[in-house]
Each structure stands twice: as C-alpha cells, then as structure tokens.
C-alpha cells in the first residue's frame, strides 16, 4: 500500500510540474479553461499531494489487542465422563462462543482504538452541574484530567491513555424553546473553547448531541465544519432522544440501529471526503430500550463505534448495568462512565478506580468522567 501511495504521489508531483512548466511557457493553454475554474484542477492536485502517507493497520497487532480486551476467562480443563455402558469417555459439549471481541471491520489507518484508551471530562461550559467540565477554571479542570490519564496509563501501561474533552454541544432543555424541539445549540464561540483546549493537551473532542424533539438528521450537519477536523468525534445519548413526544427528562428516550447508522454513515462520508483518519461515536446507553436493534449497528472502516455505560450509582448496580446492556449486547468496543458525586452518594462508598474496570469482561477502552 505504501508503495502505491508513493507512485501516486511521484506521478502526480510529475504531473503538477507539467502544469506549472506550461503555465509559464505557453500560458494560452491554461488560462481560460482550469484557472478560470477557481484553479480546481490545481487544487485537486495539491489536495492529493497533502494526504498524509500513514502506515497500513497491522491486523496481527489489532487482532492481539482486541483480544486482551476481550479478557476472556482461560476455559476450565473438563474432565470427560465415562459412559457407563461403553465404558468409553464421552465427550464434553462444546464451550460457549465468546460474545468477546467482536468480528467486525478492521478500521482505516491511523484509528485510535483499540491502542489507545480515551479518558474523557464531560460537561459543559454553561453549567457546573452536568459535568466536571464546566465545574472548574479551565487550568483546574486541565490538571485534574491529566491526572486521571497518567492513572490508566499506569495501570495499563500497554494501552497509553489519550485525554479527550467530551462537550454537550446541543443540550435538551425542559422549556420547548422558540421551535419546540426542547433543545438549544451552543455556540461556535463555546465549541472553539473545547477545541482549543484540547489541543492544549494534545488530547481530542467529542461533540455530545442530546437532540430532545429534534432529530440527528437535523443535528448532525449542522456541526459539519467541526467534525472535519480530524480530532473532532461525536456522541450521542439516547436518554433525550424525545420519539413518542414527551418532553426531556419525562421518560427516557431511545435510539434504533437506524439512527446510529445514519450518524456512522455521516461520519464516514466526512472521513473519505477529507483523507481523515476514523472518527469515534460513542453511543450513551444504561437500559434495554435506549437502544433497539443493537445487532443491526455497522461499524465502518471509517467509523469506531463505542458503547458506553452511563449509569450512576454504586458499584454492583453499574457493573450489573455493563453485564447486561453492554457486555451480552456486544457492537465493537465498550466504555464506561464514572460520576464524581453521583457514584459516591452512599456513605462509604467510593469511586471505582481503573484497577476495578480493568478486571471487567470486556475491558472499557473509552472511560468517562462526570
């Protein structure tokens, strides 16, 4: 492959100096018909000539580290019963198929997952009670997020933790707003906040969309210029998917296989389209119907596919929440959500640590923090 990308790159520097060398010596050729187009043709031919040369993905390497992720237990030793009429033994029956790791696509070059684990601050800037995000200055918040990195990175140093900032760009809103579709859109002005925060830490983003009586059809594209840049992600949470009309925080909302899709194919269409590595979408999910038809999700080449267990409260109701809506509903990978004070209500309770959610089937790759 990566032969190829270099010939194409030789031809294509052979065939932009063709252009530039009759440009200059004879100018009549070019002027009317390619430049009076904008220069696409020499566009095209630049834009080609910038894709990075990334290295093909090692299948080998993926396939090991979705398998350590799996943490699939080491299948007991079965002694064989003998058949008292033949005297012969006989057989075992055949082990349970792991539901762990699943066969699915293998993702483009340059995919994050599953080499790196995501450790995310969820939030938003408006409010210091949806997240830790916006709960303190942006040096505070900062400091304490790369502590969190560099204690998963401790604890599993074969999967070096990424930071990642996890921001509600859409927000649903229990007043039905001038359209009411019960959700409002923050502004680029806060989204360019995040982004440049980020990049502080050389970490990535993801922009979270609680649509409320709106759609991701309607949602999505509107934050199109972000989700070109290619540390830019998307999230998604099925609580405040409002189909049957009630209002946000009313009921819990769902999304289908089909909605995800929509959104993964969105995604991949903005990855081909601007020679980007995959994107992430993270899916927020801690009930059977937040999400239906979960065996119909498609991950793509171009697109990770994250389910996330959002549940709060202590940790035999969060584990048992995983075992049953993340671990037997299994799509690609797996993540798990921790809440500051939420999770710590109970006296004598504390917070789950990454040794605790590394003993997990299958091991969470992205972690959340609220």
Same mark, same amino acid.
């Given at each position: 492959m990566k032969n190829k990308i270099t010939k194409t790159h030789f031809w294509l520097s052979v065939i932009l100096l063709l252009v530039v060398v009759l440009f200059f010596t004879v100018p009549e050729i070019l002027s009317s018909k390619i430049l009076n187009e904008d220069g696409n043709v020499i566009n095209e031919i630049k834009k080609i000539l910038s894709?990075?040369?990334l290295p093909p993905l090692d299948t080998v390497a993926y396939d090991k580290k979705m398998d350590e992720l799996a943490n699939n237990p080491v299948p007991k030793v079965v002694q064989p019963k003998i058949d008292p009429?033949? !005297?012969k033994p006989i057989p075992p029956p055949p082990p349970k198929p792991n539901l762990w790791p699943v066969k699915t696509v293998y993702p483009n070059a340059g995919a994050i997952l599953p080499f790196n684990r995501i450790v995310a601050y969820y939030g !938003?800037?408006?409010?210091? !009670?949806?997240g830790v995000l916006g709960q303190y200055t942006e040096d505070k918040m900062l400091a304490k997020l790369d502590?969190?990195?560099k204690k998963w990175t401790e604890a599993d140093p074969t999967t070096p933790a990424l930071p990642a900032l996890h921001y509600i760009t859409v927000v649903a809103q229990e007043s039905p707003g001038p359209d009411g579709k019960f959700r409002i859109r923050m502004p680029d002005s806060e989204i360019n906040k995040i982004i440049a925060m980020a990049k502080k830490i050389n970490?990535?983003?993801f922009l979270d969309v609680q649509v409320g009586l709106s759609t991701l059809e309607e949602e999505i594209p509107l934050l199109e210029k972000y989700l070109k840049m290619p540390e830019v992600n998307v999230g998604i949470d099925p609580e405040f998917s409002m189909k049957t009309g009630i209002r946000p925080g009313k009921v819990v909302g769902t999304y289908d296989a089909m909605d995800i899709n929509f959104v993964a194919n969105y995604l991949a269409e903005i990855v081909k389209e601007n020679n980007l590595t995959p994107k992430i979408l993270v899916i927020h999910r801690y009930t059977q119907k937040m999400v239906t038809n979960y065996g119909e999700i498609k991950p793509l080449p171009e697109v990770q596919i994250v389910m996330d267990m959002d549940g709060w409260g202590m940790a035999e109701k969060k584990l048992d929440t995983y075992q049953q809506f993340i671990y037997k509903e299994p799509v690609?990978?797996?993540?798990?959500?921790?809440?500051y004070k939420n999770d710590t209500l109970t006296p004598g309770t504390v917070l789950m640590t990454p040794k605790d959610l590394l003993k997990l089937i299958p091991r969470p790759i992205y972690i959340q923090y609220q």
């Open positions: 894709i990075p040369v009429k033949t !005297n !938003n800037l408006y409010s210091k !009670n949806m502590a969190e990195v970490g990535i983003v690609q990978f797996t993540g798990f959500k921790l809440f």
